[in-house]
């Protein structure tokens, strides 16, 4: 049976959907094809008809989930976004979660394309916080320098957060003491 082109890029965009929550949840190596095939609901023979390689779904998992990201981040203002990003609920959530907190460190040891995708993905990120900032001129050089400052505080915070145990005080502690650091700044900025 033929299915319709648009039904072929509905299926395409829900496997690129699950590769990216699976990705952020287990990591690169720790989602195989056939699993990540039958938790989109469709058989392991089907994937090279919609990518070449696991690496080009990796690559375009790793936009939508920066997609994902900047939608969240421009929704709501600095403070609420920062609030909300160093939490325990977000925490205890990479699949729902920061595409840079979950798989920086797994992108890292990745193929060129998939480097090149997480850095692209920042870059638009950093321009939507950019377009929802307004600063322009030499106040725009100065304020994309606090929000790669700002970005890598929480996503460190977040990273080293999930690397301890979860009934670890120290997991919360170091959410707490950079929710601390961060927000009186941003705070200030308005």
């Known amino acids: 049976m033929k299915i319709s082109k648009a039904q072929v890029e509905a299926n395409r965009a829900r496997i690129v959907d699950t590769a990216s929550t699976l990705f952020r949840t287990r990591g690169y190596d720790g989602v195989g094809v056939a699993d990540l095939m039958g938790a989109a609901g469709f058989t392991h023979g089907g994937f090279y008809r919609h990518f070449d390689s696991k690496t080009d779904l990796m690559a375009e998992a790793a936009c939508a989930g920066f997609a994902q990201l900047a939608d969240k981040a421009v929704a709501v203002d600095a403070a609420a976004f920062v609030e909300a990003y160093l939490s325990r609920s977000h925490r ?99």
């Open 92 to 190: 205890d959530a990479p699949g729902d979660g920061c595409t840079m907190a979950a798989l920086a460190g797994d992108t890292a040891r990745q193929p060129e394309a998939v480097k090149r995708e997480f850095a692209d993905g920042i870059e638009r990120l950093l321009a939507a916080l950019a377009a929802a900032d307004g600063a322009e001129g030499a106040s725009a050089a100065a304020a994309r320098a606090r929000r790669i400052a700002t970005m890598s505080q929480i996503v460190g915070a977040m990273v080293l957060s999930r690397a301890c145990p979860d009934d670890a005080a120290l997991a919360d502690e170091i959410l707490e003491v950079s929710r601390q650091a961060v927000l009186p700044r941003l705070r200030a900025e308005k």
